[in-house]
């Protein structure tokens, strides 16, 4: 069946990895691509697909009723990647987080509902749950968000909920734990990590080093998120991880194994405030409908530090010339690095 598919925020990582398996898998479907273009957006990440016939991009803001509306026009379905990612920067400053990962998930969706979209994947996140010690959250787990990023991110959640509750929306709400993989920002840890190392520049660990995280590759991630607008159950929720739980502190050492680099690298530097210590999902519900993960941690990280290696026209312009991120680095990192 012929669709037409709104992707909000799909010039980011996710987003912009998603847009381009959709046009590849799906070669009947439209995409139109509704993004801002905040820091995190980049025209570069779908530079391939630019001029593809069933591709339109719109620079625009979700929290705009205007725009939402124009780009929602003749849509089928809807997925929104649309959303300010970084805990690091929601510490520093929470009101952009508010905006897009609350108010814009709600302006999405009263024009869902007024044009009357089929389904509409709201991506969330397992930050909603807070930190695990022991064991896996499920989707009925009690969500308890520990710091602005994954509080914003649950009121989004909560509010396509509210929507389906009340006004029949038809959403599909997804969870999903750490992603790493090509186009990623420089400022999350696998690909920070990698373009410092490449440039025997230290690799900031916070605390121990010794947080847990269940690293997904972003294919299976996408891949995951077209079997679930098309089979997923509207009203439900349903966490997505690759089922690798790691220790920062390994994933750190492995990204130097691969790059030949020292372990000396590895500076241990102020701890993240209110850092989540693990994050651990239970995936039995997807995969009784039959999903998997096709892509080991090992393998893809192999991939992703090839792709970063290989792709410095893409990175570096934006650790070199990029005044934003230079700030942002200095104001995370000058003090601790000191
Ligand atoms: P990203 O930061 O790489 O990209 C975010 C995109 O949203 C950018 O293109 C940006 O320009 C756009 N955007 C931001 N505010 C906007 C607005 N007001 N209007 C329109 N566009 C706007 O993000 P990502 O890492 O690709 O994450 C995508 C989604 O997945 C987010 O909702 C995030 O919360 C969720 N998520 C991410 C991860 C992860 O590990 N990266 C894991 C689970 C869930
Ligand atoms: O779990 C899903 C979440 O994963 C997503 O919802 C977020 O959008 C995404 O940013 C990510 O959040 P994290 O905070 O887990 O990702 P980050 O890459 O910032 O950090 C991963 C771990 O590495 C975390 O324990 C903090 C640590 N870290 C991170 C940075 C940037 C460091 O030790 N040093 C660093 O410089």
């Known amino acids: 069946m012929s669709e037409r598919l709104l992707v909000t925020g799909g010039c980011g990582f996710i987003g912009s990895n998603f847009v381009r398996l959709v046009l590849q898998e799906r070669p009947d479907w439209e995409v139109v691509n509704l993004d801002k273009l905040t820091y995190a957006g980049r025209l570069e990440n779908l530079q391939d697909v630019a001029d593809h016939p069933k591709y339109r991009f719109i620079r625009g803001d979700i929290c705009d009723p205007e725009a939402v509306a124009l780009a929602m026009r003749g849509c089928t379905l809807g997925v929104n990647f649309a959303a300010e990612t970084h805990v690091d920067r929601s510490l520093l400053g929470a009101s952009h987080f508010i905006d897009t990962d ?17 389904r509409f994947v709201q991506i969330s996140t397992d930050e909603v749950y807070g930190s695990i010690e022991q064991g896996s959250f499920t989707e009925e787990s ?35 734990s750490n992603n790493y993989g090509p186009y990623q920002y420089p400022e999350k840890l696998i690909p920070l990590f990698i373009t410092n190392a490449l440039r025997d520049e230290p690799l900031p660990l916070y605390g121990d080093g010794r947080n847990v995280r269940d690293w997904l590759y972003v294919e299976d991630h996408c891949r995951a998120l077209l079997f679930l607008l098309e089979q997923g159950q509207p009203g439900e929720v349903y966490n997505i991880a690759g089922g690798n739980e790691r220790e920062n502190l390994e994933v750190t050492r492995a990204v130097l194994a691969l790059l030949g680099k020292p372990d000396s690298l590895i500076r241990f530097v102020a701890d993240r405030p209110g850092h989540d210590r693990r994050y651990s999902l239970d995936t039995s519900k997807l995969q009784r ?29 934006i650790k070199d010339h990029d005044g934003e991120f230079r700030q942002y680095y200095q104001l995370q990192y000058g003090e601790r690095l000191a």
């Open 142 to 176: 009690v969500l308890n968000p520990r710091n602005p990023y994954a509080a914003s991110k649950a009121g989004g959640d909560r509010m396509a909920y509210a929507y389906w509750a009340t006004y029949g929306v038809p959403v599909i709400i997804t969870r999903a």
């Open 102 to 118: 609350v108010k814009g998930v709600m302006v999405l969706l009263e024009e869902a509902r007024r044009v009357g979209l089929r």
């Open 289 to 317: 409908l039959g999903w998997r993960p096709q892509v080991s941690f090992e393998e893809g990280l192999r991939r992703t530090v090839r792709w970063y290696v290989e792709n410095s026209w893409w990175w570096q312009p």
